[in-house]
């Protein structure tokens, strides 16, 4: 998958479009394939506009990227999503739009917001949580124009610490439209602050031209006819004067760049216009804009189609007043095809931005924030590579049903449900689902009954069971799906939503068994926090492991763990840490860490296991540096294993409740296929998440 990069800015108008010209170009000259992607877009589809930078970064670059690849929604749609509370969906799906390029190029640079929304007071917000989820790491834009020192530092520290707050990376400020008189000043102070964290700052002087409008965009803006001129429309406006006046007032108010706007049946200040464009001794001017509605008298056209020279002239509906007040509020853009004004911005970037120095920093930076919706998203994605096929026994259950509607609409897995085939399709009917593609088995009723009873009568008749009580046992959902799996009937079997956890896992234990060098099986749960994704191990099976099975049960979650991208760093906890504690339960552990890291070195030799370790050393950096300043685990473990099922229930239950942390689990190790158990209290979305990574387990097995 590509690495990200998401540029954002503290307000409406800040020069986003500058920087990102300056870092695509960055980017291109450093890395293969570069794509570009905005969450959300002021263009509205339906009246054919698109967005300007979209356009431009496209055009400038020539990205091989459809339109409509490159952004998500549109503001009216994100409005929409708002008024409904779909806040989640919203993230969801910018990561389902981007996830095709994250695929296809090898860097992403994403651009945030424009500020000009009903919701731009907490535009910053939703640019954090997006970078978030995208996993990408941040640059803030800045406009400083007119502002004081105080002000700039003062703006700039709250988007800063607002975005560190909430877990995004900032590697670099750009502080726009500096007074150059103050910006060592800014530069000094900010970087002072910000040192720890890394974050450079550069500054960007205020240039006219990249302020200024072209007339292509004011004729945009007022909705104006084009009358002469047309291929001169990226000229820039300078400045603009409104010819109200007698002919010789007027002409003492030309200056370079004018934009002249004059009631459409003012001859004699359009001749005039026209006259100035010829002559040597008055200022250049950037086109003319008649007002009104109104055009020019048939001998007046008849001038100027016979002039070899001659400016941009535009036609509007509004009157002259109004017209010059939209034109004074208009913010200049860098315009696709504005090659003028492209080069300048890119060349204003490069001489006050320390290319090598920002592009090392980019390409060597990445986000190591992993959120609960970003880990979840990337479950189904992988899932989604290489369906598998999953068995779900509890086929009458009503959250299983709706869940199982998601994962066949969004191809995450093959679905085989179990139960009476004629109660299943009523309570599909009844819950007005749509689930065309599942697959639905009766045991009794199944082809391969009379198979699975030979087979499990084999497996079992040296613990006494007969073929009678065979036929009784595979009419249980639970035991029926286990002999699916072990046939390769089935990839994965998950159940619990109505079953005891014995109900689910103990036909695991008698057929499935445990794969070759694990004597017992164990489990972990995924626990997402708001920047990262925890393993806990084990919180549901084996109540009091000695050494040995904790040795086992470490090993098997780092397993885990890297089959969900999860870098294994493990921290087998006790009350004391390292060699400041003594006692039965603290040797029981230390012992566990040596029978671990001896196992390791002949399957895993880069393994990294500390132990015994308490969890605030294990989690917290700062306790870290005084209880072990040493160890390469402390302070950023991603592998918590307890000592007892006591102590690890407890503990994934209130880190769940306090933290608000989203617990995935439990997620069984140690079979040689994988079945999967659900709390009977579990919701949709448990049930889709505990589904995906059993596929995944398949995959991997």
Do not use: W
């Not at 109004?322 to 504005?338: C, E, F, Q, Y």
């Not at 087979?455 to 249980?476: A, N």
């Not at 079979?671 to 995944?696: E, F, H, Y």
Request: net charge neutral.
């Amino acid at each position: 998958m590509s690495r990200k990069l998401y540029i954002t800015s503290t307000e409406a108008k800040s020069g986003k479009s500058l920087v990102a010209l300056g870092i695509m170009e960055l980017l291109l000259r450093n890395i293969g394939k570069v794509g570009f992607f905005r969450p959300f877009i002021s263009a509205q589809t339906d009246d054919g506009k698109k967005d300007n930078d979209i356009k431009l970064i496209s055009e400038t670059y020539n990205l091989d990227i459809p339109y409509q690849d490159m952004y998500a929604y549109t503001l009216s749609e994100v409005s929409q999503l708002m008024v409904d509370s779909n806040y989640n969906q919203l993230i969801e799906d910018i990561l389902k739009k981007i996830e095709p390029l994250a695929e296809k190029y090898d860097f992403i640079m994403c651009e945030g917001t424009d500020f000009s929304s009903t919701y731009s007071s907490f535009e910053l917000d939703i640019n954090a949580e997006i970078a978030n989820n995208l996993g990408a790491s941040v640059l803030l834009v800045a406009n400083v124009y007119k502002k004081s020192v105080s002000e700039i530092i003062h703006s700039i520290e709250i988007s800063i610490d607002s975005l560190t707050s909430k877990g995004n990376k900032v590697i670099a400020t750009f502080v726009n439209r500096v007074n150059s008189k103050y910006k060592k000043e800014i530069v000094s102070k900010l970087s002072e602050k910000y040192k720890e964290q890394d974050i450079q700052f550069y500054t960007i002087p205020s240039i006219d031209l990249l302020k200024n409008p072209t007339i292509k965009e004011i004729a945009d803006i007022l909705d104006a006819k084009v009358l002469y001129g047309e291929t001169r429309l990226n000229q820039h406006v300078h400045n603009y004067v409104v010819a109200a006046m007698h002919l010789n007032n007027f002409l003492e108010r030309i200056h370079h760049g004018s934009l002249i706007i004059t009631p459409g049946d003012r001859a004699d200040i359009i001749v005039a216009c026209l006259s100035a464009v010829s002559s040597i001794n008055m200022p250049y001017i950037a086109g003319i804009v008649l007002t009104g509605g109104i055009e020019p008298a048939p001998s007046v056209l008849k001038l100027i189609k016979g002039l070899k020279k001659t400016i941009p002239i535009i036609s509007v509906k509004t009157d002259t007043f109004l017209s010059a007040r939209i034109i004074d509020k208009i913010h200049a853009v860098i315009t696709p095809g504005d090659n003028r004004k492209v080069n300048l911005a890119l060349a204003v970037f490069e001489q006050n931005v320390d290319m090598d120095q920002l592009g090392g920093k980019i390409i060597n930076s990445y986000s190591i924030t992993v959120t609960p919706k970003m880990f979840e998203y990337s479950l189904l994605a992988t899932a989604r590579v290489n369906k598998q096929h999953i068995v779900l026994p509890e086929g009458k259950e009503h959250r299983i049903l709706r869940a199982a509607e998601i994962l066949l609409r969004r191809e995450v897995a093959d679905i085989t449900l179990l139960g009476n085939r004629k109660q299943i399709e009523s309570k599909i009917i009844e819950l007005g689902l749509k689930m065309d593609g599942v697959n639905i088995i009766e045991p009794g009723k199944s082809e391969y009954f009379n198979e699975y009873i030979e087979q499990y009568y084999e497996l079992r008749k040296h613990k006494g069971v007969t073929k009678d009580k065979v036929s009784d046992i595979l009419l249980d959902v639970n035991f029926f799906g286990t002999m699916m799996v072990y046939n390769g009937h089935a990839d994965g079997l998950v159940s619990g939503s109505i079953h005891t956890t014995a109900a689910t896992i103990r036909p695991a234990f008698q057929i499935i068994k445990t794969k070759p060098g694990c004597k017992i099986v164990s489990s972990v749960m995924l626990m997402c926090l708001k920047d990262r994704v925890l393993v806990y191990g084990d919180c549901a099976i084996n109540p009091n492991p000695d050494s040995e099975e904790l040795a086992e049960i470490a090993l098997s979650s780092a397993k885990t763990a890297r089959m969900f991208n999860i870098e294994p760093r493990i921290a087998m906890l006790s009350y004391s840490t390292g060699d400041s504690g003594t006692g039965d339960d603290v040797e029981l552990v230390r012992n566990a860490v040596r029978i671990a890291r001896e196992k390791a070195k002949h399957i895993d030799p880069d393994l990294k296991i500390e132990g015994p370790i308490q969890y605030d050393a294990a989690i917290d950096p700062d306790v870290a540096k005084t209880k072990m300043p040493e160890s390469e685990v402390a302070g950023k473990a991603t592998i918590f294993i307890f000592p007892d099922l006591n102590t690890g229930n407890n503990t994934y239950k209130a880190v769940q409740r306090s933290a608000k942390a989203i617990a995935i689990g439990p997620i069984l190790q140690g079979l040689k296929k994988p079945v999967n158990d659900l709390s009977r209290g579990c919701l949709i979305p448990d049930i889709i998440n505990t589904v995906a990574i059993t596929a995944i387990q398949a995959q991997t097995e």
